[in-house]
């Protein structure tokens, strides 16, 4: 399976700062493109426009929005459909990252609505899922990814391998892990993916679904973590800002 580089760039990042950070990872490819890997941009809202024109047409370099509402359209102010992401250029959206969750309060059930409505409307999703400290601590990693997952799969009943094929992606993230420059150790991402790759292939069946790792990846500990059985790629906050640091997790 390819490898997948994600970056989540959360609040940061102005339209001219994120199309200068665009055209950086552009010239730093190889002419042939990237070999076994693929990338993919989380950009704030107002700057997907930006960085969609800068990566059109490479076949490599994808674009998604953090959020949105299940909605088609209507009176929620503030907020964004998925229609308007996919007019700015994003194929991809993220849903049920912890910060949603713990900060603005997002429960499993309003995450597995929102990955349905994206998949039902044409967008790609890659669906964060991770205990907390204290959870780790009681023993409960299993019941929380378990608990995390199934909310999506039992929601949707009709949710298999064969139809998330290329569609839908998961990123193992542990809370404790996030923005926070504690790094889980190779042990304990392994032993956490394996237990998301267990848990999708009940929930899915046979399980093509990428699982990517996140929480404080940097160049230092990307190789160690990419190369690990069951991780398919990253999903990168902090250290994805800076495009010279993301090229070389990129290339770890
Ligand atoms: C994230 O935002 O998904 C993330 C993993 O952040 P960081 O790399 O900064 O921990």
New binding site residues.
Partial sequence: MQKLLAA?W?MYKTREQAESWARSMIQALPPQGLSGRSVLVFPPATAIAAVAQVFSGHPSLSVGGQNFYPGTEGAFTGEISVEMLRDAGAQWVLAG?S?RRHIMGEADALVAQKVLFALEHGLRVML?IGETLEEREAGKLTEVLERQLGAVFSAAGKLDAASLAGRFAV?Y?PVW????GKVAGTAEVAEAHAVVRRLLESFAGESRIPVLY????KPANAGAIVHLDNVDGL?????SLDPQSFLQIVSA
């Avoid at 892990?177 to 926070?180: K, L, P």
């Avoid at 999903?235 to 250290?239: H, I, R, T």
């Fill in positions: 989540n959360k990252h910060e964060c990123a993230e892990a996030i923005g926070t996140g929480g404080s990846v999903l990168v906050g902090g250290a």
